[in-house]
C-alpha cells in the first residue's frame, strides 16, 4: 500500500455527497497520522539499532535521535498543510539560558519569517544555536494551542525541549480544522513519547557498552599483572637460587670435614642452617612450579614408575615428621598395583604434598597412604584423623596463596600453593585430586590417575621421545666428530671456572679441590680470554650470566675458535624453564647443570669430561 506523505486537495469533481467527503477526509487524516507515526518509529529505531552494533561512533547516537525527531516532525507538519519549523534547545546542568541546536532546514522554511510569542511579548526567533531562556520555554509550554514540550532530563540534570515556530499570521496558509489539529497534538504528543523511549534505550546500551569496556579493560589489566608476575618470578630466579646455593653448598662441606666436632652447638646449627635453607628453596620451588604450569612451561619427564616402590620411598621421607607429632603411618597397596607411566619426580612431588599436609594437620592418630585400582585408573589416597576442614574453607583449598587456620599447629607454615600444584600436576597427567572431609573427622585427598596413557598424555610422551632422539643424535653426531679429529679426551686435572658470585666459585673450588682438580676461577669474560692462553684446562665451567657478557654468546665463541672449540664446556646458570636445557645445548656446552648446584651431580658431570 503506498504512503501519502501529504493530505492531497479536495476534488470538487466527484460527485460525492458532503458526509461522505468528510468521513474520506478523516481516514485520509488518521493514515497520515499512523504514516507519519509509522515511519518516525522506524527510524528511531534504526538509530538505536547504528548505536547498540557500533563501539564507535562519529556522532553520539543522542545527536542522531534528535535530528531524526526534528526533520520528520517537520516533514510530517508540512504534510498537513501547516507552513512551520521544528527545533530542539538543550540546557546544561542548572542553567536557565540554553541554546538551539536542532533545527529542521528546507528552501520553503527559509522564506518564511519564524518566531515563537511568549504570553509577555517576547519574540523568540527559531535560529540555530540561538540563546533561548528556560522561563519563556515553560510559559510557552502552558499556552494554547502549547508551542514548546519538555523532551529529556537526564541524570546528569541536562533538560531538552522541543519547540515548534508556526509562519506569522499574515502568510497564506490554510487555517487548521479542528480534527486536524487535534491529530497534529497526538502526533507531538506521540514523538515526544517515542524519543522519550529511544533515549532511555541508548541510555541502557550505553551503560551495557561501558560495562563491557570496563570488563575488557579489568581482564587486559589481569592478564597484563599475570604476565608480570611470571616474568618477575623468572628473572628472579637467579637471584634467589645463587645464594641458596651457597648456603647449601657450603653446610654440606662443613658438615663433611666434620667442623670442630667436639662442639655439639655448632654441629646443631649446622643441621639448622642446612634445613632452612632447604625449606626456603621448597618454598620457592613452589611458586616456580605454580609459574610454569600457569605458563604451560612444566616440563615433564615420562617414565614407568614402580608404584610400591615410590609410596615407601615417600613415606620413609615423611617418617621422620609423623614419629616427631607421636603419629603412625601406614601404608596400604592393593596386589594389583605394580607399574605406572608418571613422571616418578612430579608424582612424589604430589605425594609428599598431601601427606606433609596430613601431618601438619593432625596432633593425634594415623596418617596413610592407600593405593587401589578403579576402572582405569589408579587411585593415590592420602587419609589422615585430623582436625578436618569444613565445607566453606574446602572452596579456598584449591586457591593460589590461601591457607586455611590450622589448629593442630602454632603457625601455618608455606605458601598455600602446595594442593594448588598438586592439583594442576595431577591434570597434567590426565587426572583429577578429589577431596572427601568434616570437621573432626579427618580428610581424604585422592589422586587419581590414568593407568594408561591418553590423549594429550599420549602426545606429550610423543613429543618429548622425538625431542630427546634429536638431541641424542646431536650428541652423538659431536662426539663422532671428535672422533674424526684425533681428539682423545683430557686426563688434565686442570679446571677454568667463569664465576661472578664469588660465594659459589668459592664452594666449587674448594669441593673440586678435594676432588684433585686444579680450579682457576676468573669473574668476567676478559678475565677467561687473558687466562686461557697460558692454560689448556681439561673442563671449562662457564655461568650463563656474567657480568660483562652472555655465558651463551661466550660458549658459541669458544666453539669458532680452533684452539678451544674442542674443551668441554659445562654451563652452569638458574635458568629453570621448559627449553632452556635445549637452548644451552644448542649454544654448544656439552652440559648442563642449574643452580642450586648439587656438588656430587657436579664432581660426576667434570669427570666424565676430564
Excluded at 672422533?483 to 671456572?497: C, D, F, H, T, W
Aim: charge should be neutral; charged fraction near 20%; glycine fraction near 4%.
Amino acid at each position: 500500500m503506498q504512503q501519502s506523505s501529504s493530505l492531497p486537495e479536495q476534488n470538487s469533481q466527484i460527485d460525492k455527497t458532503p458526509a461522505l467527503l468528510t468521513t474520506i477526509q478523516q481516514l485520509r487524516e488518521q493514515l497520515w497520522l499512523e504514516s507519519s507515526l509509522n515511519q518516525l518509529h522506524c527510524r528511531l529505531n534504526d538509530c538505536v539499532l547504528s548505536a547498540s552494533t557500533q563501539m564507535s561512533q562519529t556522532r553520539p547516537p543522542e545527536a542522531e535521535i534528535f535530528q531524526t525527531v526534528v526533520n520528520l516532525l517537520h516533514k510530517a507538519l508540512s504534510g498537513s498543510r501547516m507552513h512551520c519549523a521544528v527545533g530542539i534547545a538543550l540546557f546544561e546542568p542548572q542553567e536557565t539560558v540554553g541554546h538551539i541546536c536542532y533545527v529542521s532546514g528546507s528552501p520553503s522554511s527559509q522564506t518564511l519569517s519564524l518566531e515563537v510569542i511568549s504570553t509577555k511579548g517576547t519574540k523568540l526567533r527559531l535560529r540555530l544555536q540561538a540563546a533561548i531562556r528556560l522561563e519563556d520555554l515553560q510559559q510557552i509550554e502552558r499556552q494554547k494551542p502549547a508551542s514548546a514540550w519538555p523532551l529529556l532530563k537526564d541524570s546528569s540534570g541536562m533538560t531538552a525541549w522541543l519547540i515548534i515556530a508556526t509562519a506569522n499570521p499574515h502568510t497564506n496558509c490554510e487555517p487548521l480544522n479542528p480534527t486536524l489539529n487535534q491529530l497534529r497534538s497526538q502526533l507531538i504528543q506521540k514523538t515526544v513519547q517515542y524519543c522519550e523511549q529511544a533515549l532511555a534505550q541508548i541510555k541502557q546500551i550505553q551503560s551495557c557498552q561501558q560495562h563491557c569496556q570496563q570488563l575488557a579493560s579489568f581482564n587486559q589489566e589481569l592478564e597484563r599483572t599475570n604476565q608480570l608476575k611470571n616474568q618477575f618470578l623468572a628473572n628472579t630466579s637467579h637471584e634467589i637460587r645463587t645464594p641458596l646455593s651457597s648456603i647449601i653448598g657450603f653446610t654440606h662441606l662443613l658438615l663433611a670435614q666434620g667442623y670442630e666436632p667436639e662442639k655439639q652447638r655448632h654441629q646443631e646449627y649446622l643441621h639448622i642452617i642446612q634445613s632452612s635453607g632447604k625449606h626456603l628453596l621448597g618454598l620457592i620451588n613452589d611458586i616456580l612450579d605454580l609459574s610454569k604450569i600457569e605458563a604451560n612451561q612444566m616440563e615433564v619427564q615420562w617414565d614407568v614408575v614402580d608404584v610400591p616402590i615410590l609410596c615407601r620411598n615417600v613415606l620413609a621421607l615423611v617418617k621422620e615428621k609423623a614419629a616427631n607429632k607421636g603419629l603412625k603411618l601406614r601404608l596400604e597397596i592393593d596386589a594389583d598395583v605394580k607399574n605406572l607411566v608418571a613422571d616418578p619426580l612430579r608424582l612424589k612431588q604430589m605425594l609428599l604434598n598431601l601427606l606433609f599436609n596430613a601431618v601438619k594437620f593432625t596432633n593425634l592418630g594415623s596418617v596413610g597412604l592407600r593405593v587401589t585400582t578403579q576402572d582405569l585408573y589408579l587411585r593415590f589416597t592420602v587419609w589422615d584423623t585430623g582436625i578436618g576442614i569444613s565445607p566453606e574453607n574446602q572452596t579456598l583449598l584449591f586457591r593460589p596463596y590461601s591457607q586455611i587456620a590450622n589448629s593442630a599447629s602454632s603457625s601455618n607454615e608455606g605458601t598455600g600453593l602446595g594442593l594448588v600444584v598438586t592439583k594442576q600436576l595431577a591434570e597434567i597427567h590426565g587426572g583429577s585430586l578429589e577431596l572427601e572431609s568434616e570437621v573432626n573427622g579427618g580428610s581424604c585427598f585422592t589422586i587419581l590417575l590414568p593407568l594408561k596413557p591418553m590423549g594429550k598424555v599420549l602426545e606429550a610422551i610423543e613429543i618429548k621421545a622425538t625431542k630427546d632422539l634429536e638431541i641424542s643424535q646431536e650428541l652423538n653426531n659431536y662426539s663422532a666428530s671428535l672422533a674424526e679429529s684425533g681428539v682423545v679426551i683430557s686426563s688434565s686435572r686442570k679446571v677454568l671456572l667463569v664465576e661472578d658470585d664469588l660465594a659459589n666459585a668459592e664452594l666449587m673450588r674448594i669441593y673440586l679441590g678435594r676432588l684433585g682438580y686444579q680450579v682457576t676461577c676468573v669473574k668476567n669474560a676478559l678475565e677467561m680470554w687473558k687466562i686461557l692462553p697460558q692454560m689448556q684446562p681439561a673442563v671449562i665451567l662457564i655461568d650463563v650470566s656474567l657480568p660483562d657478557a652472555n655465558g651463551l654468546n661466550l660458549v658459541k665463541q669458544l666453539r669458532e675458535n680452533s684452539q678451544y672449540q674442542n674443551i668441554p664446556i659445562i654451563a652452569q646458570t638458574a635458568m629453570a624453564m621448559k627449553g632452556d636445557r635445549e637452548t644451552c645445548l644448542a649454544a654448544g656446552v656439552n652440559d648442563y647443570i642449574s643452580k642450586p648446584i648439587d656438588l656430587q651431580l657436579l664432581g660426576s658431570m667434570v669427570a666424565k669430561y676430564s
